[in-house]
């Protein structure tokens, strides 16, 4: 009986389950895949909307005070294209599919999923609630501060993950022994580094989590009273911050989401990118009214801002985070005509395309396996680094 001949849905199946199965910061987070490429097909730099949850004040009385609904969303490009580039022959498609995705499809995959892992990672500059911890092991009461930090941000139950480093695992893994769910565990072996569920999040371990490299920031004071907006003006201090180094100012609280009252808790802020010694882009943006409201007050003119951290050392990053909180996505790539080999699959909002060509010069069959994506942080708030050793 002559073997089968591996089609190449089947081949991109296949390649899909193994990435899927290694994606998991991707695989915990949203994915939003757009079947609205199907037909034509996306290019690097198309657009998705992703909406954002509308949010409302609350009158006191009884005197009608109507608001409009203002739909919020914001944009996600798909402007990253990576993939892995492979020579199999004709030979290669008659083995079985195990023995094709052990030989050729495994590694090939692992090491796409983790150069998408790691750009997707990125997003944790964005991240501006933080448990301060650097230098130190973590602890499980770190992990749950913030658990606490999510709860205070109203981030839904269902769908929590603490994404561990690898020495953050380590220095926890004694403490988590015996307290993970072994029901849940079942099912969620399909998801590569996943440990275990206890105290609300589904614990993963990753070796791709990056450190960061806090700046030498240091003694800047707030220059001018009742700012607002995503740009803080500053002066006296040295050291310019860097993207992702995390503050606090004095006299600026966090407020609750939605009876906007004071917590007494010090608000965080993130740098964004082009600092200067004399102004921040700064994340959250600073609201002191209306339904976005997210701070108690401006801050003083001459607040002092106190960087997390120890001056001009890296620390490492670990998450914990409601799925919400981040976006990964993808879409369907062009399908060229004229080839040996195409196919397009998408599964669990990731997208891929395979092409083979036969290569007359050098008689072999380049095949490529193409990835379109992008990420966004949607809702920051319901995400939180935890920053150690």
């Known amino acids: 009986m002559a073997n089968a001949i591996l089609t190449p849905t089947a081949v991109t199946r296949e390649a899909l389950r193994v990435l899927h199965q290694k994606l998991n910061f991707v695989g ?4 939003e895949y757009d079947d609205s490429f199907a037909r ?5 730099g198309d657009t998705l909307k992703v909406r954002l949850p509308n949010q409302y004040v609350v009158r006191t009385g009884s005197t009608l005070a109507a608001q409009d609904t203002t739909e919020s969303s914001v944009d996600l490009k798909v402007q990253t294209q990576k993939g892995v580039d492979l020579n199999f022959t004709s030979v290669d498609l008659t083995m079985n599919l195990d023995d094709f995705s052990d030989r050729i499809l495994e590694p090939a995959m692992s090491v796409l999923a983790a150069n998408i892992e790691a750009d997707a990672m990125n997003m944790f500059k964005d991240v501006y609630n933080q448990v301060n911890n650097q230098g130190q092991p973590t602890t499980f009461s770190k992990v ?4 606490k930090i999510l709860v205070d941000n109203l981030a839904p139950l269902a769908g929590r993950t603490a994404n561990l480093n690898t020495q953050d695992n380590v220095d926890l893994v004694d403490a988590l022994k015996g307290l993970f769910n072994e029901q849940a565990t079942i099912s969620k072996q399909y998801r590569e580094g996943y440990m275990g569920r206890t105290a609300g999040f589904d614990f993963m371990e990753n070796t791709l989590w990056p450190s960061h490299n806090r700046s030498a920031a240091a003694g800047y004071l707030v ?3 009742g700012q607002t907006g995503a740009t803080l003006a500053v002066n006296t201090g040295t050291g310019v911050p860097n993207p992702g180094d995390v503050f606090t100012i004095a006299g600026v609280f966090r407020v609750h989401p939605e009876t906007k009252q004071s917590t007494s808790v010090l608000q965080q802020f993130t740098v964004g990118a ?3 010694t004399t102004s921040f882009p700064i994340s959250p943006a600073i609201i002191t009214t209306g339904a976005t409201q997210n701070v108690s007050a401006s801050p003083a003119s001459g607040a002092a801002i106190s960087v997390a951290g120890v001056a001009s050392t890296p620390h490492g990053i670990s998450m914990a985070y409601h799925k919400s909180a981040f976006a990964f996505a993808s879409a369907d790539m062009v399908m060229p005509r004229g080839v040996d080999f ?5 599964f669990d909002g990731v997208s891929m395309r395979i092409v083979r060509q036969y290569d007359i010069n050098n008689d072999k069959f380049p095949c490529r396996l193409d990835v379109l994506y992008g990420y966004k942080t949607l809702r920051p708030q319901l995400a939180c680094r935890l920053a150690n050793n």
């Open 28 to 31: 915990s987070i949203t994915r």
């Open 223 to 225: 220059n001018g009273a």
């Open 274 to 276: 082009g600092a200067t």
């Open 144 to 147: 749950l501060q913030g658990r």
């Open 40 to 44: 034509q097909g996306a290019k690097v």
């Open 342 to 346: 195409a196919a397009r699959e998408a």
